[in-house]
């Protein structure tokens, strides 16, 4: 279709949704979905079936109350052993975890938990495919804060933990009420 100045309607939203990624994909990749009260679904990407622009599209995971997906990513079947899952919460705990420990399911299940959260370690606010390739001197993680507060660390010295698990200070808050806000991978 032809692009318009005034864009293009890519997806029909119902009240309170947003979109919020668009990735790249072949069509044989697996797709994996996290949500900020620690659950995460991997299915494979011809579980959602083709559809026009104006459709709602599938359900891709089931969320309880209060419930949001914080993270989205598209995972090659054929570099799924090298893959790791990262993941850093609202207080400053993070993550690595390989994403060989996330069964295949079918969408629109509630997923399996990839964090602990708790009140120590806050929600989980983002999430990350990486390579474990990624644990080299090349790679940093920079988090910022609700306040301001920067920092930039080091891929390899993120733990490798299990799903399970809360994860390890990655970021010391220095404000008090003071929140993760985002992360990126540089």
Known sequence: ?????????????HSGD???????????NEIMLISNNGQAIRFKEDNVRPMGRAASGVRGIKLKDADNVVGMDVINPDKASQTLLFV??????????????YKIQSRGGSGIK??????????????MAVGENLNDDK???IAISGKGQTIRVPMKSVSKLGRATQGVRIMRLKEPNDKVSNVALV
């Open 1 to 13: 279709a032809n692009v318009r100045r005034s864009g293009l309607i890519a997806i029909k939203l």
């Open 18 to 28: 947003a979109l919020e990624w668009v990735k790249p994909s072949n069509g044989k």
């Open 88 to 101: 850093i919460t609202a207080n400053g705990y993070g993550k690595k975890t390989s994403i060989k420990e």
């Open 114 to 127: 990839t964090a602990n959260v708790t009140a120590k370690t806050g929600k989980v606010i983002g999430s």
């Open 139 to 141: 790679s940093d993680i």
